[in-house]
Each structure stands twice: as C-alpha cells, then as structure tokens.
C-alpha cells in the first residue's frame, strides 16, 4: 500500500514522497486497521515538514496530522469499535491508505458524518471550537474579530457563531471574499489595510469587542487590537505572515488588552481520551446536521502527494486540499 513519507527536511513537495510500504497484518490486542478515506492537508503540516514546527520530525517517517476512515478489522479485546464504524484518527502519521491504530487513538464517529468533512474535524474545527468558549464567555448578539477569516479555523469559527448568535467581524486580504463570507454568515467581512478600526467600528456600529482571535501574527494584531474594546483578549493561534505579534505599550497598558496563544495538540494533551471523544462527539454532530462544511478546493490521491503538497501551499486558494488515499 502507499503512505506519504518524509524524506528530508525542505520543501514540502519537494521532500514528500507516496512510498510502498507492507499493509498492517492483522490488528493486535486493542488495536484495529483503519482504511483511510480522506486526509486534509493543513498549513501546519507543511510547517512541520519544513523545519518551522514546534518539534522537527525524525527523517525518514511516515507524516500526515488528519485523517477519516472506516474501521477495517478489530483486535481482541476491542470494546467500543466494530468493523464497518466511521472513525476520526488521533495519530500523527495518517497519510496512508490503511493505518494500525490502538483503540484509543481513534474517535468514533456517527455513521451518517461525510468522511471528507470529518478529515478535517480534528484540528481546524477543534481549535475553532476552543478558541471561542475557552477565553471570553461570549453570548448571543455579541461580536468576535477574527483574521484569515477564509482559512478552514476561519470558516468553522463563522459558522459555529453563527449557530449560537455571536457575531463574527472577518478581516481577509482579499476582496473577493466578501461575498462569499457573507453567504455562509459572516456579520460583518473587511480587507484588511489602513483605517481597519474605523471601517470595522462603521460596519459593527462601534460595538465591544472583547475576543479577537488571529492566525496572521505581525502588524495585523495591532490593527485587531485597535478594533477591540478595553480589557479585550487576542488570542494567537497561526504565524501567518511569519512576523512576530506586535502590540503597542498603549494597547496593553492603557486598554488594558492580553495576547495569549492557543495550541490545539498541548490543550489535548491535558485532555482524557473520554474528553476528547465527547468534544468529537458534539462537533461531529454540527457536521451532521450541516452547521458545519468546509470547501474543498480540490482531490488528489496519494499518488500525487508532491502536487497535492504544491496546490496545499498556493495563495488565494478557495478551499481545502484533500488526498484520497484509497480513491
Ligand atoms: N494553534 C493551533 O492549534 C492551530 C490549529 C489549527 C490551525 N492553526 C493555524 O491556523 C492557520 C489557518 O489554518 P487553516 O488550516 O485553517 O488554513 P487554510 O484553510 O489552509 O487557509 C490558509 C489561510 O491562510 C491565509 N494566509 C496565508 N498566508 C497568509 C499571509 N501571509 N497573511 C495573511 N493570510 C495568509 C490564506 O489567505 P488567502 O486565501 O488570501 O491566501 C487563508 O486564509 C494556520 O496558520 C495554521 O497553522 C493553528
């Protein structure tokens, strides 16, 4: 079967290879064989395998943070899963067309959940999720500025505030997005560029701020923190733009604002295997009853990982990238 591995550190496609390697046999004790449907490829991947994650990689491994699948076989002594179950995989090394995984680094899904939609469950909507309940209690008919607003977080965070009332102020760097935004329940969608605290109070009526969430890092989260209201919380979560956070001393001491950083893997850590399964198991539902759908730009199979890798790292793309490993 094929699995993308890892060749050096580098230029993602450059680096990514689909490689031959020997099918799981059958699954040992607590173990079960999980055939890959769909795998997303996220920026953190192509950080991870560029050398610019938290952790560098060994060299050579099999690599690949999302993926859903159907369980295959079971081992002995398997008590929660059965072959045929839809299944969201914990593990690190999911590009592959089958993996070999412990029951507990596996998420039950509902059977009715698009495998598509829950590759890419794990991380983005996950941290949408947390980001929006875990700083600022924020209720219904109160707003949220987030950046990258188009990216797959950014999408999943529109959505699930859309769901529960809250308002969500957009900040892109392309006009194009506007509308589409709009469409999927944007309050309010902004360029980003000067005056971008003006023509956010404009467009909110100069409503409080109290949570602005950032992937883009540099300059923008001075122009966030403009947008927010005294005592406001911005939490980081992307480096985007490759720049360090910038705030003025204004903006922390007289306004009183806190930058803080969100990290999905260490909030898991501290998580039990049960916890993580319930906040699957209520996120998977949002993807049931249609709350939530990312787009998805394109499908490529492992075969064509360097391509895929390629159209992954492009600008301007209007979705995700997904591999079907298994056609
Ligand atoms: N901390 C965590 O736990 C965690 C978890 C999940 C994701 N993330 C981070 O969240 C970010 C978004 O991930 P995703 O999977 O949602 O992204 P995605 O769907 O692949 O979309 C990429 C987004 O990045 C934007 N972008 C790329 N380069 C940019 C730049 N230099 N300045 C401003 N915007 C830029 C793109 O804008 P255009 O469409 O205009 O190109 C697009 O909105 C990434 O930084 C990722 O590493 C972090």
Redesign the pocket.
């Known amino acids: 079967m094929l699995a993308a591995e890892l060749t050096a550190i580098g230029p993602a496609h450059d680096v990514v290879v689909a490689k031959d390697v020997p099918e799981p046999g059958s699954p040992g004790t607590g173990r079960v064989v999980v055939r890959v449907e769909a795998c997303s490829i996220?920026?953190?991947d192509i950080?991870l395998i560029e050398g610019k994650y938290a952790a560098r990689p060994d060299v050579p491994s099999l690599i690949g943070i999302e993926a859903a699948g159907v369980v295959e076989a079971v081992g002995p002594g398997v008590e929660r899963l059965a072959v045929g179950d839809r299944v969201l995989s914990l593990g690190r090394a999911n590009w592959a067309q089958k993996l070999d995984l412990a029951e507990t680094e596996v998420v039950l899904l509902p059977p009715e959940v698009d495998l598509e939609q829950a590759a890419m469950m794990k991380?983005?909507l996950a941290?949408a999720w947390r980001m929006l309940t875990d700083y600022v209690p924020v209720g219904a008919g109160e707003w949220v500025i987030q950046?990258?607003?188009?990216?797959?977080?950014?999408v999943n965070l529109i959505k699930l505030a859309a769901s529960e009332g809250i308002r969500t102020v957009n900040v892109?760097?392309?006009p194009e997005?506007i509308e589409p935004l709009m469409d999927i329940g944007a309050d309010v969608v902004v360029v980003d560029g000067p005056e971008l605290a003006h023509r956010v109070q404009d467009a909110t009526g100069n409503a409080e701020i109290r949570l602005g969430i950032d992937?883009?890092a540099g300059s923008?989260v001075q122009r966030m923190g403009d947008c927010m209201a005294e005592g406001g919380v911005l939490v980081n979560?992307?480096?985007?733009?490759?720049d360090p956070c910038q705030l003025t001393a204004d903006q922390v001491v007289f306004k009183g604002l806190t930058l803080t950083?969100?990290?999905?893997?260490k909030v898991m850590r501290g998580m039990s295997h049960g916890e993580i399964s319930d906040m699957y198991a209520g996120l998977a539902q949002r993807v049931v009853d249609g709350t939530i759908s990312v787009p998805v730009v394109a499908r490529y199979p492992l075969s064509e990982i360097q391509a895929a890798l390629k159209h992954?790292g492009t600008?301007?793309?209007d979705g995700?990238v997904l591999l079907r490993p298994n056609g």
């Open positions: 996220n920026p953190a950080l991380v983005n941290t950046s990258a607003a188009n990216s797959g977080v950014g892109v760097r392309r997005l992937a883009v923008l979560y992307g480096l985007l733009s490759g950083g969100f990290w999905l893997a992954a600008y301007g793309r995700k």
